[in-house]
């Protein structure tokens, strides 16, 4: 998952956005010095990462892409699921997406001093390009990987990613609608940025 789908998987406050996308950014970051707040956000993004990361739908769908790109595949699949996620967001969320995406820049905006320089600099452009609307269209997407691909520090022709998504664009995004809903259940189970008591009353409940 990307950026977006984090947040969203996040609770609505500042701590967790800021733990919940921390994870991309954690370079000469000292864990043990976060606020705990801000390090069970950081726990929830782990767990969801490696839940996708070893799904075995997520695994088989870097075979869509060619083999010139397959080493990007996971990366290109993350930015992706938020391409979808906007696209369907009316599916698994009853908050408007406005609303969702106003509210994640602005808990974004008001927690960038517990951000490093490089998370504080990208949660800047997200802000500003308002990049979260505009990954709702290909071509858009098409930008942000092939930027994303030039940025890597070897010799690689992973640029042109979105060839591999349009020729795979239903079976890709039918891999998002069965994985998306079940991250979602693996966040709410394992309560991680919810307190004990409310987490114990929770599983006593079901």
């Not at 390009?129 to 010799?155: C, G, I, K, N, W």
Request: glycine residues 4%.
């Amino acid at each position: 998952m990307n950026y977006f789908a984090h947040l969203t998987l996040a609770q609505p406050t500042v701590a967790s956005k800021v733990g919940n996308l921390l994870g991309d950014f954690m370079r000469g970051v000292e864990v043990s010095a976060l606020p705990e707040s801000v390090r069970l956000g950081l726990r929830n993004h782990r767990l969801v990462d490696r839940f996708t990361d070893l799904h075995p739908l997520v695994r088989e769908s870097r075979g869509f892409f060619a083999p010139q790109r397959r080493r990007f595949a996971g990366v290109a699949l993350d930015v992706l699921f938020d391409h979808f996620l906007v696209r369907h967001w009316e599916r698994f969320h009853v908050l408007p997406l406005e609303t969702a995406i106003a509210r994640d820049y602005a808990l974004l905006a008001s927690g960038a001093e517990l951000m490093p320089e490089a998370m504080r600099r990208t949660a800047g452009r997200l802000i500003e390009h308002d990049l979260f609307h505009r990954y709702a269209e290909l071509d858009q997407l098409a930008l942000v990987l092939d930027r994303t691909a030039s940025r890597v520090r070897f010799p690689n022709r992973f640029q042109g990613s979105i060839e591999d998504i349009c020729r795979h664009y239903t079976d890709l995004e039918s891999v998002f609608l069965t994985v998306y809903p079940q991250v979602r259940r693996v966040v709410r189970g394992a309560a991680l940025e919810v307190p004990m008591e409310t987490a114990s009353v929770s599983v006593m409940s079901r």
